[in-house]
């Protein structure tokens, strides 16, 4: 019912006969931990669409993944997939040989979480069991025939909004990268697969918003390693316009924004957003909004509040 690592152990066992008259205990002192990954809601779409993201230039960068582009031939290590080796080479060198692929020449995704303590909001919440057979309605999600309502805290919302858009972008075949600062920096290096989704998940189990950067300032500071036609999703909480306009200044370098503003008004906290909005939709930047208790599977598949300039 909440995400984050917990420990599990040392435990012990109790057990007796039904009278009561004996009793024993086995204490077990070895612990471990166990992860709950955020929840995720799955989108039947998101916009601007797959088709309408830039393509990027080639940065002869290796990976793990099979792509079409092959760039050169290593000898043979354990671990390596059967479906890389290559036979020619493997016959005429008389030792197995494999493959190295690059990435496919297609801009990044990134997405930007704000995790600063200033701009998270939040009601008071205390974990309940699920509810059995219910359908999933405003603010909940369904997993497995049961169903969980995501606290009220914007950090939650975020969260839940960025694994669900690492997933959408990941099943279909994009490279997508992470960058939060919180306690401390959650950076992962963008890539694809099963594996990166792992990563993302993992990250964000345990990400808390307690930092003490803007969200400006990450925007600033960070963005500046993004290349031109690289997409930057942002998601925060904070009604200062000053991130709108630091998403602006990418943009005139050529780095695609969409903004995702989680409405911490509905969350308890009294804040405009209007000006933050307002440059937003001057920028020409893809807006959606967030409100407490909206169904994010339907907000995120629906076209944006202010639509991205074409």
């Known amino acids: 019912m ?15 006969d039904p009278l009561g008259i004996f009793h024993n205990a086995r204490a077990f002192a070895p612990s471990g931990y ?9 989108l039947r779409a998101f ?7 830039s393509g990027g230039e080639a940065r002869h960068r290796r990976t793990y993944q099979v792509t079409s582009n092959v760039a050169g031939i290593r000898e043979y290590v354990h671990g390596d997939s059967f479906n890389r080796i290559h036979w020619p080479t493997t016959a005429r060198m008389n030792r197995l040989m494999v493959k190295e692929f690059e990435l496919d020449p297609t801009a990044d995704i990134w997405i930007y979480l704000d ?39 914007t950090t939650e919302y975020g969260v839940t909004v960025a694994a669900s858009l690492a997933r959408y972008f990941l099943q279909r075949n994009r490279a997508v990268g992470m960058n939060s600062r919180g306690r401390t920096r ?27 950067l803007p969200f400006a300032d990450l925007v600033v500071t960070d963005g500046v390693r993004l290349n031109r036609n690289d997409t930057l999703v942002a998601i925060s909480s904070d009604h200062s316009p000053e991130w709108a306009a630091a998403l602006q200044m990418l943009q005139r370098r050529g780095v695609n924004s969409i903004a995702i503003v989680v409405d911490g008004s509905t969350f308890g906290s009294p804040r405009d ?16 909004r967030v409100r ?4 994010l599977d339907r907000v995120l598949s629906d076209s944006p509040e202010f639509a991205g300039r074409r």
């Open 2 to 16: 909440q995400r984050g690592r917990f420990r599990l152990g040392p435990v012990t066992l109790h057990s007796g």
């Open 115 to 153: 995790l600063s303590a200033g701009a998270a909001a939040g009601l008071p919440w205390s974990p309940q069991p699920p509810e059995i057979g219910i359908g999933a309605q405003s603010g909940r999600i369904k997993k497995a025939g049961r169903q969980f309502e995501l606290p009220p805290i």
């Open 47 to 53: 916009e601007p669409s797959i088709s309408e993201l």
């Open 186 to 212: 959650e950076f992962v290096q963008a890539d694809r697969g099963e594996r990166q989704l792992n990563k993302f998940l993992e990250a964000l189990a345990v990400v808390d918003a307690v930092g003490d």
């Open 292 to 295: 407490r208790n909206d169904a």
């Open 273 to 288: 957003y209007a000006p933050l909005l307002a440059e937003l939709s001057g920028a020409g930047i893809a807006t959606y």
């Open 34 to 42: 166990i992860v709950v990954y955020p929840a995720t809601v799955e």
